[in-house]
């Protein structure tokens, strides 16, 4: 080969390495296209604190609206405008509360069941609800009384086989897919030891789980979250997946969430990620998969569509705990928007501060 050719060769593969980082460059800004509109307290609208955890959307701008703390298990509908230009919320009033008779509650009152996540079924007009107390998703008629159907949960997420209150905390479902979609919070008991203030800047390996309308599993995937905090944590910290939406494209949205409470509130955070992945195009996994050994193409591949903190600081009070995702409506020029809740936890705090609700909304871009 000659100096030229060799010249020539280096001159050529420097192109395509700069091209490729451009391209990638490209490629990640279109991936953090949503646009975020800013956060609105619910009580603007007079809907009282809550504990908000998870919503669905029932159609004509009909919600369910799942809290972790009611004496029920079942659900708040909730009907939300939008403006259908700009996606911005323009009401929020409550229809009612619809909940199981059969009451099952702690010494505090509150319902066993610990519900989370809630995903309505247009061809059943039912919606099912997981509760991260029991571990099952469990069917719902719209009068918030159990139908007796529930989703086939495998043992490998059973109850004992979870670390306490990192249960099933997302749950969707696709009309277009025929399917429903869960994820556990955090790692499983035998997948190893999730992020923490004893074990700092871990990875969560989560497991991505699909069933079809017989309610039967139909398939794993293995989803791996972006490292946690590793320093500076507060006397409350929570690190994950709080929901998960399917896209009517068969895209997945996954909504990790990283909480860090102080003591006295103050330099609190909430630290909010919104991924797509492609489950159509991701490697299956089965329940013997060990997630510690798996090699590393084998996760989910992930394209942040949206990243976000809220803080509390004598200048800034716009903390929210988001733990709800759902569509909303989709407006006159084709993008679709999703909803985010958040959850005060009763409107919790002290003297000088405490937590309120707020609603967020996300404007995906057009080709979504």
């Known amino acids: ?13 420097r192109f395509i390495w700069i091209f490729s980082c451009l391209l990638g460059v490209v490629f990640n800004l279109s991936a953090q296209q949503a646009l975020e509109l800013k956060q609105e307290r619910l009580s603007k609208w007079g809907i009282g604190t809550g504990n908000f955890s998870g919503m669905a959307p029932l159609g004509n701008q009909r919600y369910a609206v799942v809290s972790d703390k009611e004496p029920q298990d079942g659900f708040f509908v909730f009907r939300i405008a939008q403006n259908m230009e700009t996606g911005e919320i323009e009401s929020v009033s409550m229809d009612g509360f619809y909940g199981n008779p059969d009451m099952h509650v702690d010494a505090n009152g509150v319902n066993l069941r610990d519900c989370e996540g809630i ?18 998703i469990l069917e719902y008629n719209l009068k918030g009384e159990l139908t007796g159907r529930r989703l086939n949960v495998p043992e490998q997420f059973g109850l004992d086989k979870i ?10 479902y696709s009309p277009q897919q025929h399917a429903f979609w869960t994820m556990t919070e955090s790692m499983l008991v035998a997948d190893g030891q999730g992020s923490s203030p004893v074990n700092p800047g871990a990875h969560n390996l989560l497991r991505l789980l699909k069933f079809g309308d017989n309610l ?42 990283e909480a860090n409470i102080t003591s006295g509130y103050m330099g609190s955070e909430v630290i909010c ?13 089965d329940g013997t998969t060990n997630l510690a050994r798996l090699d590393n193409n084998k996760f989910m591949v992930k394209h942040l569509l949206a990243n976000f903190s809220t803080t509390l600081s004598p200048f800034n009070k ?4 988001y733990e709800g995702m759902c569509l909303g409506a989709k407006l006159n020029d084709g993008r679709q928007t999703v909803l985010l809740i958040s959850d005060s936890q009763n409107g919790a705090g002290n003297r000088i501060y405490h937590l309120y609700d707020y609603i967020k909304v996300l404007v995906l871009p057009s080709d979504f």
């Not at 080969?1 to 593969?13: A, R, V």
């Not at 972006?226 to 320093?231: L, M, P």
């Not at 991924?275 to 996994?285: D, G, L, R, T, Y």
């Not at 716009?318 to 705990?321: D, I």
């Open 119 to 136: 995903a309505y079924v247009p061809a059943t007009n039912t919606v099912f609800i997981s509760g991260e107390g029991d571990q099952q």
């Open 318 to 321: 716009s903390l929210a705990n």
């Open 216 to 257: 039967q599993p139909a398939g794993q995937y293995a989803y791996r979250m972006d490292r946690g905090r590793t320093e500076d944590f507060g006397r409350i910290y929570a690190h994950g997946v709080s929901d998960v939406t399917m896209l009517p494209s068969g895209k997945l949205l996954v909504l990790e969430r």
């Open 273 to 285: 990620k919104v991924f797509m992945v492609n489950p159509q195009q991701s490697w299956p996994i």
């Open 1 to 13: 080969m000659t100096l030229y050719h060799s010249n020539l060769m280096q001159i050529m593969k």
């Open 163 to 172: 670390v306490s209150n990192y249960g099933f905390e997302a749950l969707t």
